[in-house]
């Protein structure tokens, strides 16, 4: 969706398209200088996804990580409409009062990183349609002036927020949550995007073995389609590796096709992995290797399934470096997903049968920060039936 904004006077206008990477509602006290306001309510986008059109000024300041950043504002009226600064450089941020903010999404995140006594940020939620809820929050705020408990003992629900007090990491970045078991290749899919992108994540062992995720109660709290893994960023619980995956390249601007034909690609082999590589080498692997007494036919039927599948990415990387175009995407890291896991489990060799295929695991193996599942997602294993 395209979004047009303008400062006070008009002369310098901020165009954007696309969904913002993140709503947040900012009252350190250099936006409260800047707006003279309590809050800087603001969204982050792509700086591809936004353009300035008019005459602007900078001003450049340091911020409280060290890193410098600029402010661009009409030299008429003086307001800022945009900024970027050097901790995160493919991003930019716009003042979202500027623009219509009524079709933002409905919830912001609160940095009060100036205010918090904990040492740490707390995070509070905003639920933006309500506005009430920006009043109370701007006299909420006024009483709060060096300690989030305030906003505990204020029952945040009733100003509409929700206080969650999970910290922020010091660049204030997403606090992820990954719900997940060690032997999951759905799972490292995400913890290994999440690496590579540098964000950091908080594990959380969950236990599959033992039945977790099959109870009524975990359906009902944690994931309705009673699977792992389960990405909760602020409090949403995001599911489905897929979606997840491109979300997460859209916000990083990283692991995502150059244009709409590599963009359509990565679709194509996400969907196809879903439903064939990764979908038959997780119950053949978690059949073969984690059962008791698995049916010989059915291991049988997923085996020729699974070798046909392999031929398929095998045929299909002969002379290339990445499943899409010349550089890693998400489709490379969701076919990964199980195939890192150690043959004994996988039952393939692939420096024997697959050379095309080894190679290709090579190349993400060297991928900066890469690491292998066990190291990603640690914690109690299943007990292994299988040894070789
Ligand atoms: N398409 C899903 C697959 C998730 C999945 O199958 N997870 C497995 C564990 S790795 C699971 O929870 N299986 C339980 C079940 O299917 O009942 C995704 O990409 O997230």
């Not at 707390?122 to 906003?151: A, E, I, P, Q, V």
């Not at 509409?160 to 010091?170: A, D, I, Q, S, V």
């Not at 959380?204 to 960023?233: C, H, K, Q, S, Y």
Request: proline share 5%; hydrophobic share 35%; charged share 25%.
């Amino acid at each position: 969706m395209e979004r047009i904004g303008q400062c006070h006077c008009g002369l310098l206008r901020v165009i954007t398209d696309g969904e913002p990477t993140r709503v947040y509602v900012c009252h350190c006290k250099s936006c409260q200088r800047r707006t003279g306001t309590a809050f800087h309510y603001g969204a982050t986008f792509l700086k591809e996804r936004v353009r300035l059109d008019g005459e602007r000024r900078i001003f450049e300041r340091g911020a409280h990580t060290g890193y410098r950043i600029r402010f661009h504002f009409c030299p008429n009226c003086g307001s800022t409409v945009y900024w970027e600064g050097d901790r995160n450089p493919r991003v930019c941020g716009v003042g979202l009062a500027r623009l219509k903010w009524e079709r933002f999404p409905r919830r912001a995140i609160l940095f009060s990183r100036s205010r918090c006594t904990t040492g740490s940020t707390c995070l509070l939620t905003w639920d933006t349609t309500n506005k009430t809820g920006l009043d109370n929050l701007r006299s909420l705020s006024d009483r709060s002036r060096s300690d989030f408990s305030h906003c505990r003992a204020s029952k945040p629900q009733e100003v509409g927020l929700r206080l969650t007090t999970k910290p922020l990491c010091e660049e204030n970045r997403m606090p992820y949550r990954l719900h997940y078991f060690p032997e999951s290749g759905n799972s490292y899919k995400l913890a290994l995007m999440l690496t590579l992108c540098g964000e950091q994540w908080e594990p959380v062992w969950t236990d599959f073995g033992g039945g977790a995720t099959r109870t009524p109660e975990w359906r009902a709290t944690i994931n309705e389609m009673g699977e792992i893994p389960v990405l909760e960023e602020d409090d949403v619980r995001l599911t489905q590796t897929a979606p997840i995956l491109l979300r997460l390249a859209e916000r990083s601007g990283r692991f995502l096709g150059a244009d709409e034909d590599e963009r359509f690609q990565i679709l194509r082999w996400l969907f196809w992995d879903n439903h064939k590589l990764t979908g038959y080498m997780a119950r053949y692997r978690y059949q073969r290797t984690f059962t008791s007494s698995p049916d010989p036919q059915v291991l049988g039927f997923f085996r020729n399934c699974l070798d046909d599948f392999l031929g398929i990415v095998e045929q299909h990387l002969q002379g290339r470096a990445f499943v899409v175009g010349d550089r890693p995407t998400v489709a490379d890291l969701s076919m990964v997903g199980y195939l890192f896991f150690p043959k004994e489990e996988t039952g393939y060799d692939f420096m024997e049968s697959h050379p095309a295929i080894r190679a290709w695991l090579d190349r993400v193996a060297a991928l900066p920060g890469w690491k292998h599942p066990y190291e990603l997602l640690p914690g109690k294993r299943l007990r292994r039936y299988r040894k070789a």
